[in-house]
C-alpha cells in the first residue's frame, strides 16, 4: 500500500498563504510566491512543468493515486471536482457540496478518508493538501511523510502549516534548486505534549 503525503509549498516563517486569504483569493495576498517554484503555467496537461529537481519533484506529487484534502482548502481550490484525474477525499461534518464530478468524495471524518483514499490508490501514494487537516491526521499518527517546498520569503502572517502539537519528523532528503528548496521527512510516531 503506498504512504500518505502532505505536499506544501511554505515560507520560512512557516506560511503556507499570503494575509486576505478566502475564497476569491485561495492563496492570499502575495502567496502565489509560495508557487513559483511550479513555472509558468502551461496550457497542457498537468499545467506546469517545472524544470531540473523540481521537475523531479512535482512527477512525484503527480504520480499519486489519490488525494485527501480539506473542505476549506478544496473549496478555496476551484479544482472543478478533480485533481489530475485521481479521486479526491474530502472530510467534512457539515453538509457536502453537490457534486462537481464523479472524483470529488464527502466522507465525514479524517481517519476515514485517509483510509478510502488508500485503498483508492492502491500502490501509488496519496497526496495531502490542507493544514489544518495535515495537523488532525499528524495528530492521529495518519500522515507518512512530509514534502516541504521552502521559499526564500517571510510573509509575516496568515495560516502556518503546523499547530502547537509536537511531532516527530525525519529527513530523508534535501534537494536545493533556484528559489525553493524541497525537504522530505518520514513522520514518527505522534508524540504527547
Known amino acids: 500500500m503506498g504512504r500518505s503525503v502532505l505536499y506544501m509549498s511554505m515560507?520560512?516563517?512557516?506560511?503556507?498563504t499570503g494575509p486576505d486569504d478566502g475564497p476569491e483569493n485561495g492563496l492570499g495576498t502575495g502567496g502565489e510566491r509560495l508557487h513559483e517554484w511550479l513555472g509558468k503555467p502551461t496550457a497542457a496537461l498537468?499545467?506546469?512543468?517545472?524544470?531540473?529537481?523540481?521537475?523531479?519533484?512535482?512527477?512525484e506529487l503527480m504520480a499519486t493515486g489519490a488525494v485527501v484534502v480539506g473542505r476549506k482548502t478544496f473549496e478555496y481550490g476551484q479544482w472543478n471536482g478533480d485533481h489530475h484525474g485521481v479521486p479526491i477525499f474530502i472530510p467534512t461534518?457539515?453538509?457536502p457540496l453537490p457534486p462537481q464530478s464523479g472524483w470529488a468524495h464527502f466522507v465525514p471524518d479524517a481517519e476515514t478518508a485517509m483510509r478510502e483514499a488508500k485503498a483508492a490508490a492502491g500502490e501509488r501514494n496519496v497526496m495531502l493538501h490542507g493544514a489544518r487537516l495535515a495537523q488532525t491526521l499528524l495528530r492521529e499518527g495518519l500522515l507518512d511523510e512530509v514534502e516541504i517546498h521552502l521559499n526564500p520569503l517571510v510573509l509575516g502572517s496568515c495560516r502556518r502549516l503546523f499547530g502547537t502539537d509536537p511531532a516527530e519528523l525525519e529527513l530523508t532528503r534535501v534537494l536545493?534548486?533556484?528559489g525553493v528548496t524541497h525537504l522530505h521527512y518520514r513522520v514518527g510516531a505522534p508524540t504527547s505534549g
Open 93 to 95: 461534518r457539515a453538509t
Open 46 to 59: 498537468p499545467h506546469f512543468d517545472p524544470p531540473g529537481l523540481s521537475g523531479q519533484v512535482f512527477a
Open 11 to 16: 515560507s520560512l516563517d512557516g506560511f503556507i
Open 176 to 178: 536545493a534548486t533556484p
